[in-house]
Structure formats: structure tokens, C-alpha cells
């Protein structure tokens, strides 16, 4: 009976007396990282398969040759009206049967290689847990503003040349844009640092705008909660905003700041409260590590920016610390909703 050239590949199964005879004729088979199928007519003995062809030899010498089985190619040996077929392990099956492996190959690359797919999927995860945690019309708007923020980051980027990708949200812990090189100095490194903060202080104000106008508790909550993300992103230490825009004052500034930290963290003066948690120890141990590894990573003179620009930043800096401090200590104070 001929070998159909459409008939479909089957798995050669190891009770198989095809399998047998192959591992009679090719000791290896068993040990090959590929897989073995058969297709065609299926004798009943042994006998009836006949002898290995010298061409099938050759194919054989051809598996064996080979180093590392993943350089093989695709071998069919010829048993009378079957036929077996050895895929190495780096060659999928043309019969289109389920790979799993590959399946996640796929999805992995594809998210790698559209990057807007990842964005999208770490938005829409980041709303769905803000949204059971804390609601869902405060997810929106403390989705919106941290995005806005880190679009302050991208655009600071790309004036001054350092491509940049679109943000990825971390639910609980923000977002962040991933670079392919770093910045030059520490006045590029001020510049790209403040200007998320300007422009998430510029969202959390249109939102307090709303709740002015038209005074639905919703939209104050928004706001108190961007001035509060931001009271604490501009501590000047590493790696928030704030470390970042005035990193050039190095631990004159990071020692403060390193105060005003644990108050943010632990200590609400709002509401006169204390708070405890693991996820609060975990952003101070990741502060900690990069205060100590900054020195390592830049030369002496990656510091070395004009004096008119140490002020400049520092005032700038200063100004957007002062507004998220007054507008979190205002919100809380004049429309108490929690």
C-alpha cells in the first residue's frame, strides 16, 4: 500500500514493533531529543518490514553525524508501506499538532516585539486591581495621573535624545519607562527627573479643579491622592524623582531626604496616623540599595553641571515639593472624605 503524501503523522509509540525494529537498527533512537511518528501501513510482524536500505544508511549516518541534534534536519526512513520520521527538536511538525512550548514562544515575542500590547495589558491590569481595591472610578483617575506623570519622563526623554519606551505600570508601585542608555549628566538626569512630577502635578490640579467645580467627592480623592504620590516621589533620593533632579547635591540632599521618607511612608499628618506595612519595608530597602550603588555608577564629573543650573533645578524642585505638600494638606483638610 503506497505512503499517501497527505496521510497524517502519528506518534511511533515505544510498544510499537515498528519501534523495535528502529531501535534494533538505530541503538540511539530511544536517547534522541527529537521525536519519532509513523504514517502509511502497518505490518504485523516484524518480518514483514524488510531490511534497512542503504539509503536509509545514509539517512542514519546522517542522525548520528550530528553533534548536537538540534542542527538535524527532518529523516524519513522507509519500512516496505510505512514510513518513520525523525524531528529534531528545534523543527515543528507540519501536521500543526499542539506545541505548547511554541505557543509561548509566539505570545512572548509578540509582546516583546509590540510594545503597545504590553502597555495596554499592564494598564488594564493595574485598573482592574485599582478597581477592586479601591474602586473603580478612583482607578481611572489614579491611572490617568500616574500615566500622565511618566509621559512627562518620555517626552523630557526624547528632547534630549535618549529613546524611550511607553510606560508599564506596576499596580502598587507605579510605573516605569525603560531606557536604552543612560543620560549624560547630572543637568540631562535633572531635567528628564522633574519633568514627570510637572506633569503629574499638572493632572492632579485639573482633577482638584473638578472637584471645585463641580464638588463631587470622587474627584477630590483623585487629587489628594496625586499630591500625595507626588509629596513623596520628590524625596531627593534614589531612585525617585526628586534623587534624581537634585542628585547633583549627592548626601546633603539624600540624608534629609531619607527623613522625609520614613514620614511619608509611616506617618500620615493629615490624619495623625501611623502605618505599618511589608510593601512600605520594601521601598525603603530598595531606596537604600540604590543610594548605595549611585556612587558606583557614574565618573567624577558626571556631577559637575553650572552653579545657575544647581539652583535652578533646586528651585524648580523645590516649588513642585512645596505645591504637592500644600495641595495634599489642603485636600485633606478642607474636604475630609476618608
Not at 158 to 184: D, E, Q, V
Not at 226 to 242: I, K, Q, R, S
Request: aromatic letters at 14%; hydrophobic letters at 50%; charged letters at 15%.
Amino acid at each position: 500500500m503506497p505512503v499517501w503524501p497527505d496521510e497524517a503523522w502519528r506518534p511511533l509509540s515505544s510498544i510499537d514493533p515498528h519501534w523495535r525494529w528502529l531501535t534494533r537498527h538505530v541503538p540511539i533512537a530511544g536517547t534522541l531529543p527529537g521525536t519519532w511518528e509513523i504514517r502509511g501501513q502497518l505490518a504485523e510482524s516484524e518480518h514483514l518490514f524488510g531490511s534497512l536500505s542503504d539509503e536509509d544508511a545514509v539517512r542514519i549516518e546522517h542522525i548520528l553525524g550530528n553533534k548536537d541534534p538540534k542542527d538535524a534536519h527532518p529523516v524519513v526512513l522507509h519500512l516496505g508501506g510505512a514510513e518513520i520520521r525523525y524531528l529534531p527538536p528545534a523543527v515543528t511538525s507540519p501536521t500543526g499538532r499542539f506545541n505548547l512550548r511554541r505557543i509561548w514562544t509566539v505570545i512572548i515575542g509578540l509582546l516583546v516585539k509590540f510594545k503597545l500590547v504590553l502597555v495596554f495589558g499592564s494598564v488594564v491590569l493595574s485598573l482592574f486591581v485599582y478597581g477592586f481595591a479601591l474602586g473603580w472610578a478612583y482607578a481611572v483617575g489614579l491611572v490617568v495621573i500616574i500615566g500622565i506623570h511618566e509621559s512627562g519622563h518620555v517626552v523630557a526623554n526624547r528632547i534630549k535624545g535618549i529613546p524611550a519606551s511607553l510606560p508599564i505600570f506596576i499596580p502598587f508601585l507605579g510605573a516605569f519607562i525603560g531606557l536604552k542608555k543612560s543620560p549624560k549628566n547630572a543637568a540631562d538626569e535633572a531635567f528628564i527627573g522633574v519633568m514627570g512630577p510637572l506633569f503629574g502635578l499638572a493632572a492632579t490640579l485639573v482633577a482638584l479643579g473638578l472637584g471645585l467645580g463641580t464638588h463631587r467627592p470622587i474627584f477630590f480623592a483623585v487629587a489628594e491622592m496625586g499630591f500625595l504620590l507626588h509629596v513623596f516621589n520628590l524625596m531627593p533620593v534614589l531612585p525617585l524623582d526628586g534623587g534624581r533632579t537634585v542628585g547633583f547635591w549627592r548626601w546633603k540632599a539624600w540624608i534629609p531626604g531619607m527623613a522625609g521618607v520614613l514620614v511619608v511612608l509611616f506617618y500620615n499628618p493629615i490624619y495623625n496616623q501611623f502605618r505599618f506595612d511589608p510593601l512600605t519595608l520594601f521601598i525603603v530597602l530598595l531606596i537604600v540599595i540604590s543610594m548605595v550603588r549611585e556612587p558606583k555608577q557614574h565618573g567624577p564629573d558626571y556631577s559637575l553641571i553650572a552653579s545657575r543650573w544647581q539652583w535652578t533645578y533646586t528651585a524648580i524642585w523645590g516649588f513642585a515639593l512645596l505645591v504637592s505638600i500644600l495641595g495634599y494638606w489642603g485636600v485633606g483638610h478642607f474636604h475630609p472624605f476618608v
